[in-house]
């Protein structure tokens, strides 16, 4: 089992940054493909961002190539979502997830990941 707690979240100008992290916690935290996921209202859940269990590999979605950086630091059982340049279409809710994985990959799609955070609000205003 693997727990997830994301924080970081908040209200930002278009324009402005924000970094988010994603406390993992559990017997396997340390050998979890990780990612990043989003949900605005009325829309599907959309991947944003996702590192290998190593940091060694690392896949963006097109809307954020550019402006987000995923980092991890295995020490702390933490991952980062660095965004910057935000713009009001990120607005939404941002989900953690990780999966169990002995093998160095990177995992784009949400079926692949088997635990999820509560999810933080991140909020870009015009």
């Known amino acids: 089992q693997v727990q997830l707690v994301e924080s970081g979240g908040g209200l930002v100008q278009a324009g402005g940054s924000l970094r988010l992290s994603c406390a993992a916690s559990?017997?396997?935290?340390?050998?979890?493909?990780m990612g990043w996921f989003r949900q605005a209202p009325g829309k599907e859940r959309e991947f944003v961002a996702a590192?290998?269990?190593?940091?060694?590999?690392?896949s963006y979605a097109d809307s954020g190539k550019g402006r987000f950086t995923i980092s991890r630091d295995n020490a702390k059982n933490t991952v980062y979502l660095q965004m910057n340049n935000l713009k009001p279409e990120d607005t939404a809710v941002y989900y953690c997830a990780a999966a169990t994985s002995w093998i160095d990959q990177v995992l784009v799609t949400a079926q692949g990941y088997h635990y999820w955070g509560q999810g933080t609000q991140v909020t870009v205003s015009s």
């Open positions: 559990g017997r396997t935290a340390s050998n979890s493909a």
């Open positions: 590192t290998s269990h190593s940091g060694g590999s690392t």
